[in-house]
């Protein structure tokens, strides 16, 4: 290797401001006249700060109650399925009106006897309701939400 093909590298030196005037970085060092980030320690200011006035969070008066994460699944009693036979799933029980759509959790919960002989497939189902299924004969899968199927068209592009 030659002399003239060495290459040096140098930790790049952090400017110094606020060193006077000649030093190019000055007096306010950069950070303009007044305000609050001309300030030392002003860092970063939240995302809700709005200038010194009343935050949005503040704002926005509290909502009352509380909503449980483990509501979402639409509930159906196990005394219901006594009308079916076969196989059971999220769209027969949304014929039969038990849930409001097929498209939501399911959930399977022990009220009264199954006398039916059921082969269901839905995402939840309480212990007791999958050993009634099973003590009636049937048998208990769990599955995923089945998904809307996309129903617009697609026209040809004119060529």
């Not at 303009?32 to 939240?46: E, I, W, Y």
């Not at 926005?60 to 036979?85: C, E, R």
């Amino acid at each position: 290797m030659k002399y003239n093909e060495l290459t040096i590298t140098r930790n790049a030196t952090k400017k110094r401001v606020g060193r006077g005037i000649s030093a190019g970085q000055g007096k306010t060092a950069g950070r303009g006249t007044k305000g609050q980030k001309s300030r030392t320690g002003h860092h970063k200011l939240p995302a809700s700060f709005m200038g010194g006035q009343r935050s949005i969070m503040q704002a926005v008066p509290k909502l009352k109650g509380f909503k449980s994460i483990h509501d979402k699944a639409q509930v159906v009693y196990l005394d219901n399925l006594n009308q079916f036979t076969g196989k059971v799933d999220n769209f027969t029980l949304a014929e039969a009106q038990l849930v409001k759509t097929p498209y939501a959790k399911t959930k399977i919960i022990t009220r009264g006897e199954l006398t039916a002989k059921i082969n269901l497939e839905t995402q939840f189902a309480s212990q007791s309701a999958v050993e009634s299924i099973k003590k009636a004969g049937g048998s208990f899968k769990v599955t995923k939400i089945p998904q809307r199927q996309a129903t617009r068209e697609t026209t040809p592009e004119a060529a």
